[in-house]
């Protein structure tokens, strides 16, 4: 069995300090800045799919094994591929 590196790219907001564009207990992908960080913020992909810096209490970063991260960072549509065929079965629909 493989083992996964955790990652920590992404938080949840836990406050979402009067911003719009934060949404409570949703997760959001964390932009590396260093120089943020220092000065007690995160640099996040908020609700407009921008990054923008925000107050780092408003957020708890959380570690995700590194194929969920990797996967989660997609881009809305985009599959990701694992070099293995994978099977779909569809249920028929109940009306």
Do not use: N, W
């Not at 992909?45 to 995700?64: A, H, Q, R």
């Not at 094994?65 to 549509?77: H, K, S, T, V, Y």
């Amino acid at each position: 069995m493989r083992v996964q590196r955790p990652t920590s790219s992404f938080a949840v907001c836990i406050r979402d300090g009067g911003e719009e564009d934060l949404e409570q207990r949703k997760l959001y992908q964390v932009v590396p800045d260093r120089e943020a960080i220092r000065e007690g913020y995160l640099r996040v992909i908020d609700e407009s799919g921008e990054d923008y810096l925000y107050p780092s209490e408003l957020f708890v970063t959380v570690k995700l094994p590194a194929a969920i991260a990797r996967r989660l960072m997609l881009a809305p549509g985009e599959v990701a591929t694992t070099g293995r065929a994978s099977k779909l079965r569809l249920r028929p629909s109940r009306v």
